[in-house]
């Protein structure tokens, strides 16, 4: 077991949950028409995960989202309880932080940038925390989501495809490589913050 940043279960317990996918749609936010990918549903069976995207999946604003470094966003399936709480809500379904693949036993304290994971036949590399825009309050209706999701500090993270392939819910997550001396995701996303506040 473990806490909800310190690390990550045994390896035989991190597993891939569910594969969320969405589709650029309009939205009405404050006034305006925004366009997102953020509500993402979870698909059954095989997809294929290639170049920069996880089919049938396709990023809205690719000067914040996507491309090489930013082509697939995990987050942790033991941060939904707390959100739950926090949000005063029953339920919430994969997929509802606008991630690509929902996870288990792979927290943001015990995931290091430049991680390689195989999921499926597909290779991933560790890349970087999620810094969310204004769009995950689209997605909750709520203009104060941004700022309780960065206090929080459940970020999640992105990935990188280093190897094409395909995966499905239900699928062992497996450690390939690590740079041990690397940067944890939860210590990058302190650091983010820090570099926040300071030009606030």
């Not at 317990?13 to 650029?24: E, F, I, K, Y």
């Not at 090489?68 to 959100?83: D, I, M």
């Not at 997605?139 to 499905?168: E, H, N, P, T």
Request: proline fraction near 4%; hydrophobic fraction near 35%; include cysteine.
């Amino acid at each position: 077991m473990t806490d909800a940043f310190s690390g990550s279960r045994h390896p035989n317990a991190m597993r891939l949950l569910s594969v969320n996918v969405g589709q650029p749609r309009e939205f009405p936010w404050q006034g305006r028409t925004v366009v997102t990918s953020i509500f993402k549903s979870p698909i059954e069976g095989a997809v294929r995960v290639s170049g920069t995207n996880v089919e049938g999946d396709e990023q809205s604003d690719l000067t914040v989202h996507g491309g090489h470094r930013k082509a697939v966003y995990a987050y942790p399936s033991e941060h939904y309880a707390f959100w739950k709480r926090e949000l005063g809500v029953d339920t919430l379904m994969w997929g509802a932080f606008g991630e690509n693949l929902t996870i288990e036993g792979l927290l943001e304290g015990g995931v290091r940038v430049g991680d390689r994971f195989r999921i499926g036949s597909v290779e991933l590399e560790v890349t970087q925390p999620r810094s969310p825009c204004f769009k995950l309050g689209v997605r909750f209706g709520r203009l104060d989501m941004v700022k309780r999701f960065l206090q929080s500090g459940r970020s999640g993270f992105y990935l990188s495809i280093i190897q094409d392939g395909s995966l499905q819910a239900g699928d062992r997550i497996e450690l390939v490589s690590r740079l041990s001396k690397s940067d944890t995701i939860a210590e990058q996303f302190q650091e983010v913050l820090r570099r926040n506040a300071a030009s606030a």
